[in-house]
């Protein structure tokens, strides 16, 4: 009996902790195709989100830099795999610029 009682007390320990680090890909990484060469917390195609986030940590100019990346593309940084352009015309800076604070803040 003590061995149940303390196995689910552990168990609802980690379902705490577990949905306290949860974080959802927001929606405008999904309408921007984002989540087929990205994910929050593992490699995939492209780097993990947070590993983004830990590599540009306490860099001041790493928004701006990111913003540029996001929307012109690019190569080299993560690897041999560029990654497309998702704003080359400029018109969805808002958005890119959401998306790379969203990302930056993964590593508060």
């Given at each position: 009996?003590?061995s149940?009682?303390?196995?689910?007390?552990?168990?609802a320990?980690?379902?705490?902790?577990?949905?306290?680090?949860?974080?959802?890909?927001p929606?405008l990484?999904?309408?921007?195709?984002c989540?087929?060469?990205?994910?929050?917390?593992?490699?995939?195609?492209g780097p993990?989100?947070?590993?983004?986030?830990?590599?540009?940590?306490?860099?001041?100019?790493?928004?701006?830099k990111?913003?540029?990346k996001?929307?012109?593309?690019?190569?080299?940084?993560?690897?041999?795999?560029?990654?497309?352009a998702?704003?080359?015309?400029?018109?969805?800076?808002?958005?890119?610029?959401e998306?790379?604070q969203?990302?930056l803040?993964?590593?508060?």
């Amino acid at each position: 009996m003590k061995s149940i009682v303390v196995s689910m007390t552990v168990a609802a320990g980690l379902m705490i902790a577990g949905s306290a680090m949860a974080t959802d890909m927001p929606e405008l990484a999904k309408k921007n195709n984002c989540t087929a060469c990205h994910a929050i917390d593992k490699k995939v195609v492209g780097p993990a989100f947070m590993d983004v986030a830990k590599k540009y940590k306490g860099d001041a100019s790493a928004e701006a830099k990111l913003i540029t990346k996001v929307s012109k593309g690019g190569a080299g940084s993560w690897g041999s795999m560029p990654m497309p352009a998702n704003d080359a015309a400029g018109k969805k800076q808002d958005q890119m610029k959401e998306l790379v604070q969203f990302i930056l803040g993964l590593a508060k």
